[in-house]
């Protein structure tokens, strides 16, 4: 019988974290942890990447779609730098990842090749948690303490293990499985509830509220009953974040859809008329299509007190999980339905769901990529997953993608870092084998990294008992970044054409190309009854324009109905319209 090593230990501390997979490129430094998990029969598996930077979006992305911990394997030096852009994903977007770095530095300190200082390189983006292991003995206490501090303050920790402790035979005093009690991995160890007064002030501004918003965020996954009960209960209007977007059902009458940039001319809307804002669960980083401040009052609902008020002034905060905090205050506002602002908010979600599909049906040369994904809203499978790249398609996602429930969808929502969407979708279709999975991207985040991670896809699918992972790549060949939005006489910047259909069919896979209108929804229903994984290449026109809604102050003069809130706005519009003659002066 082989003798236990310290590679052994990690191993069996991710089994007892409940670790189905860890993601990583392979290295000299972490060989005895490979090595280990590959005598571990698949439990935990290790999912080698094309990069390092993917193998840490798909540790993102696993704790994306499963609410689980995500991790991942480097070994010092490049490989560990490569870690941080996926890692900084989980930090902003507040998701539990654990990352473990290999190191094999001998020598005098500052002379090893590859050596660089990994307490300083990682200490912002793990700020909560970066440690050494020095002995045998303290491993497993180190990534119990690791795990337990991702999954508490939801972000991503380190630990950093010399190659030379990861072989070392451990001794007798180490026990063979070290007690731990691991509440759900990614959820609150604990039940938190704002405080009754706090409960008791926030029920009566939103009882004393004539026009109620609420602004619905990553944050509220779970309080779906709840939030539509609220918001049925005071006759409310509900928009939602980013990252929000798959946590109600787009169906709903009142739902206004996604606010900002890349969001709807309702969202904004709503923001516009509303005097009273509820949040709940959100960060929305978009604050100039949030209401103008003295406007409302403000409640704002999150597990972790320190966001609250950080984006936007709040009258009452509360510290809670969200679905127990809104249960709270469902048994304390009264019902006051408000016919007339719940009307105006039907009206205006009426107004946009028409001109949404005139925009799709837009001609367009070749193809209006707005159509793309409205063709594919009616026949998205139930039990999807979507992963959602950064880029042009954020816009076109938003606004034309419906969600039903039973949907999830995540994107890289607050760093914004493009490549993310083939990575997200291995660590979801790895999850859940048996759902299909879907990656919408630019033909420049496929360039980026979509084409190497497509051999990841290859390698694994005949594992798969439902083998739908279907990439949409909206190849546009636009290189500004901007698609529509490129200023009138600049020069055109092509991205260099590349056959991703073909691609995909070099690897054995399915793939198809479409460069007509009338053929998108065939193209659809091809790649959606394929046997196998497929990518999907619309050749689409970069000129089409974003439009971005306007602020909020724009849509609010037309939208309020009482004398008083007209005079206050008119008031503010005068305010703004000179400021801004000034600046121009």
């Not at 039907?346 to 793309?372: C, K």
């Not at 929502?413 to 999850?431: Q, R």
């Amino acid at each position: 019988m082989a003798e236990r090593t310290v590679a052994d230990l990690v191993v069996e501390r991710l089994r007892a974290w409940r670790v189905p997979r860890a993601f990583g490129y392979p290295g000299a430094a972490i060989a005895p942890m490979l090595a280990a998990l590959d005598e571990a029969g698949g439990d935990p598996d290790f999912v080698p990447a094309r990069h390092e930077e993917t193998a840490a979006f798909m540790a993102t992305g696993h704790a994306k779609f499963t609410g689980g911990i995500g991790v991942c394997l480097a070994t010092q030096g490049p490989s560990a730098v490569h870690l941080l852009n996926g890692l900084y994903d989980a930090k902003l977007d507040s998701k539990p990842v654990v990352a473990i770095i290999g190191e094999d530095v001998s020598g005098p300190l500052g002379g090893a090749h590859e050596e660089i200082g990994l307490s300083r390189l990682f200490g912002d983006v793990c700020n909560q948690f970066v440690r050494y292991g020095r002995s045998p003995e303290h491993v497993p206490a180190l990534l119990d303490q690791a795990f337990r501090t991702a999954a508490a303050t939801r972000s991503p920790t380190c630990v950093v293990l010399p190659r030379a402790l990861q072989v070392t035979v451990v001794p007798d005093l180490v026990p063979q499985t070290a007690g731990v009690v691991t509440a759900t991995p990614g959820e609150p160890l604990a039940r938190v509830l704002p405080h009754e007064a706090d409960l008791d002030a926030a029920a009566a501004l939103l009882g004393t509220g004539q026009r109620v918003a609420l602004l619905v965020g990553q944050g509220a996954h779970g309080a779906e009953e709840e939030i539509v009960a609220l918001a049925d209960r005071l006759g409310a209007g509900v928009a939602t974040s980013l990252l929000g977007k798959p946590v109600l059902d787009e169906r709903l009458p009142f739902h206004t859809g996604v606010l900002g940039e890349v969001g709807t001319t309702a969202a904004a809307q709503l923001m516009g008329g509303c005097d009273t804002l509820l949040m709940v669960g959100t960060n929305d980083p978009w604050t100039d299509w949030f209401p103008m401040v003295g406007q409302v009052r403000t409640i704002q609902i999150d597990i972790d007190g320190r966001r609250i008020g950080t984006r936007y002034p709040v009258d009452v905060p509360l510290v809670g999980d969200s679905a127990e905090t809104l249960r709270a205050l469902l048994t304390r506002v009264p019902e006051r339905r408000n016919g007339q602002w719940r009307g105006v908010v039907e009206r205006s979600v009426e107004r946009w769901r028409e001109a949404a599909v005139d925009r799709a049906a837009a001609p367009a040369e070749p193809i209006n990529p707005q159509l793309v994904l409205r063709e594919l809203s009616a026949r998205l499978p139930q039990r999807a997953s979507v992963a959602v790249d950064v880029g042009s398609v954020v816009y076109w996602y938003a606004r034309h993608l419906e969600l039903p429930p039973g949907v999830q969808a995540r994107l890289c929502g607050t760093l914004g870092s493009m490549g993310c969407a083939l990575p997200y979708a291995v660590a979801a279709k790895l999850a859940r084998p048996d759902q299909p999975v879907l990656a919408l991207l630019g033909d420049g985040a496929m360039q980026l990294n979509g084409l190497a991670e497509l051999i990841t896809v290859a390698h694994h699918w005949t594992e798969w008992s439902d083998p739908r992972l279907v990439v949409l790549v909206l190849n546009n060949r636009d290189q500004s970044g901007v698609g529509g939005g490129r200023p009138p006489g600049a020069l055109p910047d092509r991205r260099p054409d590349v056959p991703y259909a073909g691609w995909a069919r070099l690897l054995g896979l399915h793939g198809v190309r479409v460069d007509r209108p009338d053929l998108v929804g065939a193209a659809w229903d091809e790649v959606l009854a394929a046997d196998r994984p497929s990518v999907l290449e619309a050749v689409v026109d970069p000129a089409v324009a974003l439009d971005v809604p306007e602020p909020a102050l724009a849509d609010l003069r037309g939208l309020v109905a009482d004398g008083d809130a007209a005079r206050r706005v008119r008031e503010r519009v005068t305010q703004t319209e000179a400021i801004a003659a000034e600046d121009l002066v």
